[in-house]
């Protein structure tokens, strides 16, 4: 199963990304992944893998998404 690897201020974690179903990012302490920063949108971002490809899409973010310090569109 592919992994999501998060950096936080104490230390980084490894998200396994469920097969077929969203694996959500942002404040709202209901996202899969919380990320308490004024920065982060309340749902910022969506992973998800199926059939052993894996994607991210931005979810209308105020501040966008990076990967790898590239922008989402």
């Known amino acids: 199963m592919p992994a ?25 302490p209901a996202c899969d992944i919380v990320a308490p920063s004024p920065l ?10 199926k059939g052993g490809l894996s994607g991210i899409k931005d979810l209308d973010s105020n501040n966008g ?3 790898n310090g590239e922008q989402l569109f």
Do not use: H, N
Request: proline share 5%; net charge positive.
């Open 4 to 28: 999501l690897f998060v950096q936080y201020a104490d230390g980084a974690k490894a998200v396994e990304l469920p097969e077929g179903r969203p694996l959500y990012v942002g404040r709202d």
């Open 40 to 49: 982060i949108s309340r749902r910022q971002a969506v992973f998800i893998s």
């Open 65 to 67: 998404t990076l990967v």
